[in-house]
């Protein structure tokens, strides 16, 4: 069973298309990251959110992180070419849990934005 | 740029063959951590240093694999007896506190 669960696992979009990336657990983690990981690279990190019903903007991006903090979601406005890859999840449980410094990942979301 | 390094960024290698990586973290993140990425699926944790302190270890990391931070700075991930399975891109990460910055990977095909 994932930990993390991301949805949908591939996406297909045409350019100036949001779309909505989502991210469930039912544990509660202490914080929550967001990569973008190209073929062959290694995950670049977008935002790391902490609070219950925290959100954050970055350019076209929005991060929204659970009041629970078991779910977040990544909501893309007017995607872009550059917007392709694979966009992941990873959480940190709390610390009373095993594994305290440890990232879950889910399995990634793979977005394509065809021009 | 002074992110995560990690060489070599591919090795290609025979069954039974003994391979080793190295990671150089950001300077100054005392944290190091080792994970594991196959096709289609999510990074997996295989073990995280404090330092030189090598504090968790997954249940992934079997006894053939064993990771080294001799003085807290750069690690070494070394895999004895390599199978196929073992076919992966390793990724290295380090922290101050809780947000980790991946390298770029080592990429293995064992052969």
């Known amino acids: 069973t994932q930990l993390l669960e991301q949805s949908p696992q591939f996406l297909s979009i045409q350019e100036g298309e949001n779309l909505t990336v989502y991210c469930n657990s039912s544990?509660?983690?202490?914080?929550l990251q967001w990569y973008r990981q190209e073929p062959g690279e290694g995950p670049v990190l977008l935002v790391t959110?902490?609070?219950?019903?925290e959100v954050k903007k970055l350019k076209r991006l929005t991060f929204q992180f659970g009041d629970a903090r078991k779910d977040s979601s990544l909501h893309i406005t007017a995607a872009q070419p550059g917007d392709t890859g694979l966009y992941l999840c990873a959480g940190t449980l709390t610390p009373s849990g095993a594994g305290s410094y440890q990232l879950t990942f889910g399995k990634g979301t793979k977005l394509s934005v065809i021009p | 740029d002074t992110g995560v390094s990690q060489n070599p960024r591919h090795k290609i290698t025979k069954r039974g063959q003994n391979v080793t990586f190295r990671c150089d973290p950001i300077s100054e993140h005392n944290r190091l951590y080792w994970y594991r990425q196959t096709l289609g699926q999510g990074p997996e944790f295989l073990t995280y240093?404090?330092?030189?302190?090598?504090?968790?270890k997954s249940r992934l990391l079997s006894d053939r694999f064993s990771a080294e931070r001799p003085k807290g700075s750069f690690s070494t991930l070394e895999i004895q007896r390599t199978e196929q399975g073992d076919s992966a891109m390793y990724l290295c990460a380090s922290s101050r506190w809780g947000t980790q910055y991946f390298g770029p990977g080592t990429r293995l095909l064992v052969l």
């Open positions: 240093f404090q330092n030189e302190a090598q504090l968790e």
């Open positions: 544990s509660v983690f202490s914080s």
């Open positions: 959110v902490v609070t219950g019903g």
